[in-house]
């Protein structure tokens, strides 16, 4: 096994020259020196706790953007919070919805991995790949997953990192790729999704604030969201080749021999299993067709629509993963034969499981973490007052634009939920740029990129812990200032590149979606 780079002021590879290279480094070295994310998000509930006591009699003269209502801070150190804190803390881990996207999952998952269906796939998948477009195939793929809801965060990601190393590439980057589209690419689909509904809602509902008959398409903003695709697989995949990977060269894989993912030549027997499995994986996704189509269909909300998240097939995303996995899994492992009895599929389960005990700690105190920032509604003051902040500036129009991404970009790192963030910041937005003759359209779009841009480098993100993990298979030593320090340069380059895209996007008068417009009224 080779040894662990042990220079502690370079230890993300490449040869330490350039400020650029220097300042990530000496950002992984701080960010390494952090406590371990589970006593980090510890560390931070407390934080929390003391800024909202000491904050809890100040009258900030800020107003809810929804209900009207002075926002106020409340003080989780009085006795009643501490009760409500203590009574809830079972619930606020066991309903914290990361938790059981991953475990269910990650029980389909592993299964086909264990029975060697991803191996399988993996290497029929990298025989017929060019060498040079497999990051950009790794990309689109991570992209396209935002169709299945946090998919892409279950599966893309770690699959990034075996194909990578089944390739002969340093497994970081492969993650780093696919995390950057999965992520920090995700307001860009050219495949509609049940955000495009959700944002939509959110903001007509803030435009109707101003124009009681306003109406909005839920896709307005699917062109753009397809050219960003384009524009993020093309950062990305420059990003990776010319920037990340290279730093990476002198990181050591240090992983469990056991626990590394083994690509190996298909034989005769296991050519007929492959061959078998993604034949009832393609039986498994017609059947499911063939269930959608009807108008009629159960897994349709009650108007008809398959995209809402009402509907019981976005609702459904997770189990079915879970059987689009386990079913050819299972089939490959028995006709491969390293499946013999029952007792096999559950003891691949049960390895999987004894993997994720690290991710369950951390999201023990991320839940926790979560629940009581929200609670505290520090999030919803700081989001209010950056809003009222920049609506004071009164700048020419793409700066406004431009400041609105960044503003977005910055709440982000503290306040993770798209649907949540959007709830809080559109009634103040979009009322605010219709005035200045901005379309709730444009401002829309202008949201899903700063709210994209920066996902990956805040530890707050609910699945940035799994990420780490991810990457602690290849690398032990890997720690929130290794991912961060990775992930910047996407994030900074996403964030530069893809608001001047939007700007020019909108200097070229290209319609930005279905019945939408750039101007007000």
Known sequence: ???????????????????????????????????????????????VWILSWLLSGVDFQALHPATGE?????????GSE????????????????????????MLGVGVAEQSGFINAVLKKLLAVTPQMLLTPMLILVA?????????????????GGVIFYAAGRHPLAGIAAAFAGVSGGFSANFVPSAIDPLLQGFTQSAAQIVDPQMQLNPLNNWFFTSASSVVIVLLGWWLTDKV?????????IDGDDEEMPEIRDLGGRERKALYLSLAVMVAGIAGLVAWLIPGASALRDAQGQLASFGAPVMRSIVPLIFLLFILPGVVFGYAAGTFKKSKDVIDAMSRTMSSMAYYIVMAFFCALFIAE?????????????GGNALAAMDLPGPVTLIGIILLVGFVNLFVGSASAKWGLLAPIFVPMLMQIGFSPDLTQAAYRVGD??????????????????????????????TLVSMMLPYSVVFLVCWSLFLVAYWSLGIPLGLQASYTYP
């Open 452 to 481: 994209s841009s920066t996902n990956i480098i805040t530890p707050l993100m609910p699945y940035f812990p799994l990420v780490v993990v991810y990457c602690q298979r290849y690398v032990k030593g890997t720690g929130i200032g």
């Open 1 to 47: 096994m080779a040894e662990v780079q042990t220079d502690p002021g370079n230890q993300s590879g490449g040869d330490g020259n350039g400020w650029v290279n220097r300042a990530l480094n000496f950002i992984e070295v701080v960010g390494n020196r952090l406590p371990d994310p589970a006593v980090l998000f510890l560390i931070l509930m407390v934080v």
């Open 244 to 252: 990340i990977e290279p730093r990476l060269e002198g990181v050591a």
């Open 82 to 105: 501490m009760a409500r804190f203590l009574s809830g803390m079972v619930t606020t881990f066991t309903s914290f919805a990361p938790l059981g996207v991953v475990l269910v999952a």
């Open 143 to 159: 992209i396209v997953s935002h169709t299945a809801v946090d998919a892409g965060y279950v599966l893309v990601i770690p699959l």
């Open 70 to 78: 002075s926002i106020q801070v409340t003080n989780l150190l009085s």
């Open 373 to 385: 920032f929200a609670q505290s509604g520090l999030g919803t003051l700081l989001s209010v007052k």
